[in-house]
């Protein structure tokens, strides 16, 4: 653990981090000590643990008596849908700036500090991440991911880079917190693109070309999914559909909208292939 002789938080914080957690204690030191062991220091971090069964309650404990920064709360029963634990998180911040942190993911020590850097120097930019790298936690392999920026002046093409490039990723990128509302987070399959999705509506996505964080899957990597099993795109398509709608011309919508049918119908064969070959 990192000792810092209680570091103490500012009344408001600039920067909020949500740690929304589950039976995560296997890498939950590692990623506490990485976060507290950022050289920005003016920050809060929020755990809600959703009712562990192992030794997170433990271990997130022993760090908020150790660092004043930390906000642990316990969940007296579980969610059953991550997305709930993801909005409490977010209901209990204070800074002007939040991100999300997930307990096996790792960041460089100047991850923060690049963060609010890029959102001091844009007030137009709503959110800011950078370059990141997939890792296998159980052993050697890992996939170098860069992420395009959404910096143009016009929301309708900030929207086409966005469900061009793909990326849930986003959902751990630093935004404004003000820009957000905890009914964003959708109960839908693909909610991170969603949010992601919103934000560049809201505002430009700026992002860094260095990989400054790893995004840690525990053997082989799969896609969430609130129902348990493989994707379900329809929820998530008919929400852009709305939202297409409620933001462009119809000229531009059908644009659009027939874009996103055509990335999702690519996706959706690409799950029936990967289904198939599971059977």
Known sequence: MTKNNKIKVNKTPKVSIGLP???????????????????????????????????????????????????????????????????????????????????????????????????????????????????????????????????????????????????????????????????DLKFFDFFEVNFGILMALRGKIRISNESLMEWGIDGERKSYSITGKRMNYIPFYFAQVRLIYKNFTIFKSIISIFLLTSIMINRGLKGLLVLKKLI
Not at 65 to 71: A, G, L, N, Q, W
């Open 21 to 183: 957690v589950y039976n995560g204690s296997k890498y939950l030191k590692r990623t506490l000590d990485c976060l507290l062991g950022q050289t920005f220091l003016d920050f809060e971090l929020i755990i809600s643990d959703d009712g562990s069964t192992d030794a997170t309650e433990e271990i997130c404990r022993e760090y908020e008596e150790s660092d004043s920064r930390v906000r642990y709360f316990r969940q007296p029963k579980n969610f059953g849908m991550p997305v709930k634990n993801f909005q409490f998180a977010l209901t209990q911040a204070i800074g002007e700036y939040f991100m999300f942190a997930s307990h096996d993911d790792y960041w460089s020590k100047d991850f923060i500090e690049k963060m609010v850097m890029i959102l001091n120097a844009d007030k137009d930019c709503s959110l800011a991440f950078s370059d990141y790298k997939i890792s296998n936690l159980q052993g050697e392999g890992e996939i170098l991911i860069s992420v395009s920026s959404s910096n143009s002046m016009s929301p309708y093409l900030r929207y086409l880079s966005r469900i061009i490039d793909i990326q849930p990723i986003l959902i751990f990128g630093m935004f404004r917190r003000n820009l957000i509302e905890i009914q």
